[in-house]
């Protein structure tokens, strides 16, 4: 493995070169009131996605239902937001993203009353898919505006508080989630929302600035079409495939119109005048790289984070608000660390910083190794703490160098690229590496449920998550000489 040495760090001047008008003078002076503006969308949107997760067994209750229909309410969300975050990215770019990030935000705030105010199960399931309009056109133009608000010589630092902003949802909405399922009703889950939407509405159309985008565009529509059929068609083939499996014939079928809807994409693309997506971007080595290396990470760590709570309930015997906070260990240590690796991205170039997350990612991963029916709760906690340690060094580098990566008036589609792929990654991660934990735990043992075969079934898993990061690490030092070579070869 080549681990990269400190001493080849090197301070990097301050460009401009991804801000809009190549000798345009940029006003920065609101830069940190539109970091707040995005952070709250950025925070609304990953709190509402863990505090919704833990009221569901309340949902089945509620409307006397079964766990297969109330999924939906999560399902509905996380379909609608990924088969239209690049679209909206792309729309963005069009109009100007200051127009639809103020909209999504109100849109997401109305859609979080009407959701609390549900009187049934399809009207919440539709609900959440209007929400999820909403937490796509703020989530996919966020990144851009903050790209836009701040220097390049700022960009890492301003994601890596993005980074933290995602970590702190994450941590904050199942705990605040269980205090109102135990005071309030399961609407308050929702209405929770309001302050924070208001607010961040107002702030986003009193400071975002609003950059007028180049005029006469026109919006690939069978493009977009055929990129929605795509994903949502892949989407539900990988849902579903958890109960039937992947040999089954509908299984197939979906996955098969959804391959070619992607290859008839790719061809409408390259025809047309103005595609949805322009595929020279994949020509970036910066972009490129920095995608794939972050689905592999994302797919890698939704595996942890699904086999790791049935570990410590089912063979550590913890209970749920204790396997809870164990696992706090990972997103706290994302959270701390992300804003500093986001400034060393800053000084020291973002392909230096990455390839040093994913190899204490990677190490963390072999540590996953040692976890057993003994283990305890500290243990266990302290081999999380290095995954999002890990996680962090890397996720805000690779962030900026895709973002950094591609021109002003691509920035929506490339945000809206950045969320997709964190969605895929972990669809695919909870499709392969969940599927292939439940073969192991009923493999280990008869009855598919001893400690021992749990245990086995989620190091053999996590084994799995190390080889996805492991390729990521090897590509990423791949980019890393391609680039030195590349620096030597100019000086």
């Given at each position: 493995m080549v681990v990269p040495c400190i001493r080849h760090l090197e301070p990097l001047a301050a460009?401009?070169?991804?801000?809009?008008?190549?000798?345009?003078?940029?006003d920065y002076s609101r830069k940190w009131v539109v970091l707040a503006a995005v952070s709250m969308g950025v925070f609304l949107a990953t709190i509402d996605g863990s505090i919704v997760a833990i009221a569901l067994p309340v949902l089945v209750k509620e409307f006397d239902t079964s766990f297969s229909v109330v999924q939906w309410v999560?399902?509905?969300?996380?379909?609608?937001?990924?088969?239209?975050?690049?679209?909206?990215?792309?729309?963005?770019?069009?109009?100007?993203?200051?127009?639809?990030?103020v909209l999504g935000f109100g849109v997401f705030t109305a859609a979080s009353m009407a959701v609390g105010l549900a009187p049934s199960i399809p009207w919440l399931i539709?609900?959440?898919?209007?929400?999820?309009?909403?937490?796509?056109?703020?989530?996919?133009?966020?990144?851009?505006?903050?790209?836009?608000?701040?220097?390049?010589?700022?960009?890492g630092q301003a994601l890596g508080i993005i980074g933290a902003m995602v970590s702190i949802g994450a941590v904050t909405g199942p705990t605040l989630g269980g205090l109102i399922?135990?005071?309030?009703?399961?609407?308050?889950?929702?209405?929770?929302?309001?302050?924070?939407?208001?607010?961040?509405?107002?702030?986003?159309i009193r400071f975002i600035?609003?950059?007028?985008?180049?005029?006469g565009q026109r919006f690939d529509f069978v493009g977009a079409t055929l990129f929605l059929a795509s994903l949502l068609s892949i989407l539900l083939a990988l849902t579903f495939s958890q109960e039937r499996g992947f040999r089954d014939p509908t299984i197939i079928a979906m996955l098969a119109f959804g391959v070619g809807s992607l290859v008839a994409f790719v061809v409408v693309e390259r025809l047309v005048d103005e595609p949805m997506v322009d595929l020279t971007m994949f020509s970036n080595v910066d972009f490129t790289v920095g995608l794939t290396t972050g689905f592999l990470t994302f797919m890698a760590v939704r595996g942890l984070t699904v086999t790791g709570?049935?570990?410590?309930?089912?063979?550590?015997?913890?209970?749920?608000?204790?396997?809870?906070?164990?696992?706090?260990?990972?997103?706290?240590?994302?959270g701390i660390i992300?804003?500093?690796?986001?400034?060393?991205?800053?000084?020291?170039?973002?392909?230096?910083?990455?390839?040093?997350?994913?190899?204490?990612?990677?190490?963390?991963?072999?540590?996953?190794?040692?976890?057993?029916?003994?283990?305890?709760?500290?243990?266990?906690?302290?081999?999380?703490?290095?995954?999002?340690?890990?996680?962090?060094?890397?996720?805000?580098?690779n962030n900026s160098a895709i973002m950094g990566s591609v021109p002003p008036d691509q920035l929506g589609v490339a945000g809206g690229m950045l969320g997709l792929?964190?969605?895929?990654?972990?669809?695919?991660?909870?499709?392969?590496?969940?599927?292939?934990?439940?073969?192991?735990?009923?493999?280990?043992?008869?009855?598919?449920?001893?400690?021992?075969?749990?245990?086995?079934?989620?190091?053999?898993?996590?084994?799995?998550?190390?080889?996805?990061?492991?390729?990521?690490?090897?590509?990423?030092?791949?980019?890393?000489?391609?680039?030195?070579?590349?620096?030597?070869?100019?000086?």
């Open positions: 460009t401009s070169a991804v801000n809009p008008g190549a000798g345009a003078t940029v999560v399902l509905s969300y996380l379909l609608t937001w990924a088969t239209l975050s690049v679209s909206i990215g792309r729309v963005g770019d069009m109009v100007g993203k200051k127009k639809l990030y539709g609900l959440r898919a209007v929400q999820a309009v909403g937490a796509a056109m703020v989530l996919s133009l966020g990144i851009g505006i903050l790209t836009e608000a701040f220097p390049d010589s700022e960009r399922l135990q005071n309030l009703s399961w609407r308050w889950i929702f209405f929770v929302n309001l302050p924070i939407g208001i607010i961040g509405t107002i702030v986003a600035p609003d950059s007028p985008p180049p005029g709570p049935f570990l410590l309930t089912d063979t550590l015997g913890f209970e749920l608000r204790q396997a809870g906070l164990i696992l706090a260990a990972s997103p706290i240590a994302l992300a804003p500093l690796s986001g400034r060393a991205a800053d000084r020291y170039g973002p392909r230096s910083v990455t390839v040093i997350g994913l190899t204490v990612l990677f190490s963390a991963y072999l540590l996953v190794q040692l976890v057993d029916t003994t283990t305890t709760g500290v243990g266990f906690a302290l081999i999380l703490a290095p995954i999002g340690l890990g996680m962090g060094i890397f996720q805000s580098p792929n964190r969605l895929l990654g972990q669809v695919v991660g909870f499709g392969i590496l969940i599927t292939y934990w439940s073969s192991r735990v009923s493999a280990g043992s008869p009855d598919g449920a001893s400690p021992e075969a749990q245990a086995s079934a989620f190091r053999d898993t996590n084994l799995g998550g190390a080889a996805a990061v492991l390729l990521a690490l090897m590509l990423a030092v791949w980019a890393l000489r391609r680039d030195r070579t590349r620096q030597r070869a100019l000086s």
